[in-house]
Nanobody, 120 residues
Framework: QLEESGGGLVQAGGSLRLSCTTSGQSFHNYFMGWSRQAPGKEREFVGVINLSGDWTYYADFVEGRFTISRDNNKKTMYLEMSSLKPEDTAVYSC???????????????WGQGTQVTVSS
């Protein structure tokens, strides 16, 4: 039910905005988050946003470069990424959680992911 879009190829230092949409009726009842998985590496937590969108939490590696937001009327969550680095190259997936979380553990539904490639 979750679908990501907006991935692509960008040069180091550039920006991208990813979107995550759902056709589900209960989007506003879920914490929403992003994860990423680089080739040969485990999936890692990127960040999460609360139901109303006024609280976010990010992994340390984000270092202020990424911003998560949501529009409950559009049932869409966004990941704005700037100052991208080659090490940010990964498949980025969105997910939903019924509870507040700062890890991947509580996410219950996942999208297929969108590829982000950052060239040096």
């Amino acid at each position: 039910q979750l679908e990501e879009s907006g991935g692509g190829l960008v040069q180091a230092g550039g920006s991208l905005r990813l979107s995550c949409t759902t056709s589900g009726q209960s989007f506003h009842n879920y914490f929403m988050g992003w994860s990423r998985q680089a080739p040969g590496k485990e999936r890692e937590f990127v960040g999460v946003i609360n139901l109303s969108g006024d609280w976010t939490y990010y992994a340390d590696f984000v270092e202020g470069r990424f911003t998560i937001s949501r529009d409950n009327n559009k049932k869409t969550m966004y990941l704005e990424m700037s100052s991208l680095k080659p090490e940010d190259t990964a498949v980025y997936s969105c997910a939903s959680s019924p509870v507040a979380t700062r890890t991947l553990a509580n996410f219950v539904s996942w999208g297929q992911g969108t590829q982000v490639t950052v060239s040096s």
